[in-house]
């Protein structure tokens, strides 16, 4: 059963925050509040809970394609290779944001990330996933959490979404309604930037 953890924004307790990183360092999945939807998310560096986020997904690990979260861009050299000025001067300008970045990934990637070419990069504009990885000390991976209904993509209220998750994930964070739309998708692997979903963030390059 997942423990519900009631988080504002405002206030983020220093005790609460310190449950969420154990959990993630015990291979927990946790479900995060953010700057657009409500998403789920694991420690990228654990193969266990990786596969489990797959899972949940409904996807082979090697044919998932999760982002990663981060709190600021200094991660990027992690995970990507190296960008041009211009490219870096388009990413401090959106991010924080809800956008998601897609870039070249470099062989230095996680396990769970081996093999994959590209990479989705998140910097949210909201305190508590910042903190978290913040205290974590690396990003997470994470998945936006989808809903079954065909009018309402994404559930916005955390309680229901408590109640759909309780059986699968350790631990849910309640922040207060979400957003109903995701991040905008913006694909910088070539020369020119390619829009790939419109959703929140309003890119215009």
């Known amino acids: 059963m997942a423990k519900i953890l009631k988080i504002y924004p405002e206030n983020p307790q220093e005790h609460l ?3 969420v990183i154990k959990t993630l360092k015990n291979g927990g999945l946790i479900i995060y509040p953010s700057d657009t939807v409500y998403a789920m998310g694991c420690n990228i560096f654990d193969i266990k809970a ?3 986020l ?5 996807v082979k690990l090697e044919k998932a394609h999760f982002s990663i979260i981060c709190n600021n861009l200094s991660h990027l050299s992690e995970f990507t290779k190296p960008i041009d000025t211009a490219c ?3 990413l401090k300008h959106y991010l924080p944001g809800p956008f998601t970045f897609i870039l070249n990934a470099n062989k230095t990637l996680p396990l769970a990330y081996k093999g994959q070419k590209t990479i989705g990069i998140r910097v949210p504009d909201h305190p508590i996933p910042q903190l978290i990885v913040s205290k974590l000390g690396h990003p997470i991976a994470s998945t936006s959490i989808k809903d079954d209904d065909d009018v309402l993509e994404y559930t916005t209220d955390p309680e229901l979404i408590a109640e759909k998750y309780k059986n ?5 964070i309640d922040s207060g309604y979400g957003d109903n739309k ?7 692997t070539e020369e020119v930037p390619k829009v790939i979903r419109n959703e929140k963030g309003d890119f215009k390059d």
């Open 54 to 58: 797959a899972q949940v997904k409904g």
């Open 182 to 188: 995701a991040s905008t998708i913006v694909d910088l």
């Open 17 to 19: 925050i310190q449950e």
């Open 168 to 172: 699968i994930v350790d631990l849910v």
């Open 50 to 52: 990786m596969e489990k």
């Open 88 to 90: 870096f001067r388009l």
